[in-house]
């Protein structure tokens, strides 16, 4: 029993090996490494991997791998290693939604690979194919588990490992066709990976059959079009959480729940809990969109934080309430300790609103512009509630990067417009 077994073993061991040697034949003259640099002799800033889909020169890869070409034209170009020879490649496609970019190379390839008309089944075997680490070409196996929503994209789920410099490669199936891009892994995690799923690659070819190349000029039109339909899923997404509720200490707050992390927080010392009570949530949106470096749409990060005085003085009071900042330049100092986004350029200004019993509702709100682009801006919003009695309050400090001003302004609208009852 323990010889059949054993055997078994061997033979399924045999049967990978075999599979994943006919992957690497037949993907590695057709993949080729991206790298985003200044010019032919100068080091890469950037790499990842790349595959054609047509001989005529056709490249996909992932948008982010090529990001930095398109907003700093003047530094970076795009080129393929190409037999040992770098060749520029200039975009000529592009669906930042979905983290895809077709690029063209003015050479003839002998070959291409096939796009698959569906995804495989669950539970199917899967193979991911890319240069990692800039070491050596590597094909990873793992398992298809289905779609997964992400933000407000699905991804291809899969239990396969994908390393930096993979990005932008091909993920096929056992008749070595692409089902999928190489796009992403889960953080810190093992063998928990994404792709980008065929489908969305077919359609951005057949858009570029149908519409031509993006002439000089046009991406930007192109970018700013899309950002508007992602800022749309967006809103409707956080939206949802304002239709529900969840306790934080004694009040109700938005459930931020799909889509997002929500973790509490105390960092309150013992003699600090003695003095007045405080209870925190914050809340991530766990999937943006990188636009190019240190610049992303999409995200949204709130915290939400109850305070509840026992025995502080007025001034000790405000204090705790505004967590030692007294004026907007101290505040900023204080966000940039904090956030992911850099707000040194940020204008801020202080607003007073009225709620539905008119309390007076203050709040600080700082806007800095993202490079380039119309209307879109990054912002920072925090938002003192009173909540019945002077004993007890609400802060919300919400962070928002790449949205515009009537996004903003519909996201505000919402966060003043909820009831934040005090429950018995």
């Known amino acids: 029993?323990?010889?059949?077994?054993?055997?078994?073993?061997?033979?399924v061991s045999v049967s990978t090996f075999g599979s994943s040697q006919k992957v690497y034949d037949f993907l590695r003259p057709l993949v080729f490494q991206v790298k985003t640099t200044s010019s032919l002799e100068s080091e890469k800033k950037s790499y990842g991997t790349g595959f054609v889909i047509d001989r005529q020169g056709l490249v996909a890869t992932n948008y982010h791998v090529i990001s930095e070409a398109l907003w700093k034209k003047e530094e970076n170009k795009i080129f393929l290693e190409i037999q040992g020879e770098r060749k520029e490649a200039h975009v000529v496609a592009v669906d930042f939604l979905n983290?895809?970019?077709?690029?063209?190379?003015?050479?003839?390839?002998?070959?291409q690979v096939s796009l698959a008309k569906k995804l495989p089944d669950r539970g199917s075997a899967v193979f991911s194919f890319g240069l990692p680490e800039d070491i050596e070409w590597t094909v990873t196996q793992g398992i298809y588990n289905g779609l997964s929503r992400q933000g407000v994209t699905d991804l291809f789920y899969m239990s396969t490992p994908i390393n930096p410099g993979m990005s932008g490669g091909p993920i096929v199936d056992s008749n070595l066709q692409v089902v999928a891009v190489n796009v992403s892994i889960l953080g810190w995690s093992q063998n928990i990976s994404f792709g980008v799923p065929v489908e969305k690659?077919?359609?951005?070819?057949a858009k570029l059959e149908k519409e031509g190349p993006l002439k000089k000029g046009e991406v930007y039109d192109s970018l700013q079009a899309q950002m508007k339909v992602y800022e749309?899923?967006?809103?409707?997404?956080?939206?949802?959480?304002?239709?529900?509720?969840?306790?934080?200490?004694?009040?109700h707050v938005?459930?931020?729940?799909?889509g997002k992390d929500c973790w509490g927080t105390d960092n309150q010392s013992s003699e600090q809990k003695k003095k007045y009570l405080k209870v925190a949530e914050i809340c991530r949106f766990s999937h943006n969109i990188s636009l190019s470096e240190n610049t992303f749409l999409g995200l949204f990060?709130?915290?939400m934080t109850y305070l509840e005085n026992k025995s502080l003085n007025s001034a000790q009071w405000k204090q705790a309430q505004f967590m030692g900042w007294t004026n907007l330049r101290e505040m900023v100092t204080q966000v940039n300790k904090r956030d992911l986004i850099s707000f040194q350029q940020a204008r801020c200004r202080s607003e007073q609103f009225r709620d539905k019993n008119g309390k007076i509702i203050?709040?600080?709100?700082?806007?800095?512009?993202?490079?380039?682009?119309q209307d879109?801006?990054?912002?920072?919003?925090?938002i003192h509630f009173p909540l019945g009695q002077k004993t007890a309050a609400l802060r919300l400090q919400v962070t928002l990067s790449g949205y515009s001003l009537n996004g903003q302004k519909q996201i505000l609208k919402q966060l003043l417009g909820y009831s934040y009852e005090v429950q018995p």
Request: neutral net charge; hydrophobic residues 45%.
């Open 1 to 11: 029993m323990k010889l059949t077994a054993l055997f078994s073993l061997f033979l």
């Open 99 to 111: 983290d895809l970019a077709i690029i063209k190379v003015d050479t003839q390839f002998a070959g």
């Open 201 to 205: 690659l077919i359609q951005l070819k």
């Open 232 to 251: 749309v899923r967006m809103l409707e997404k956080l939206g949802k959480a304002f239709q529900g509720q969840k306790k934080l200490g004694p009040i």
């Open 254 to 258: 938005p459930f931020f729940s799909e």
């Open 301 to 303: 990060d709130i915290e």
């Open 362 to 373: 203050s709040a600080s709100i700082c806007e800095q512009k993202v490079n380039q682009l």
């Open 376 to 382: 879109v801006s990054d912002y920072y919003m925090d």
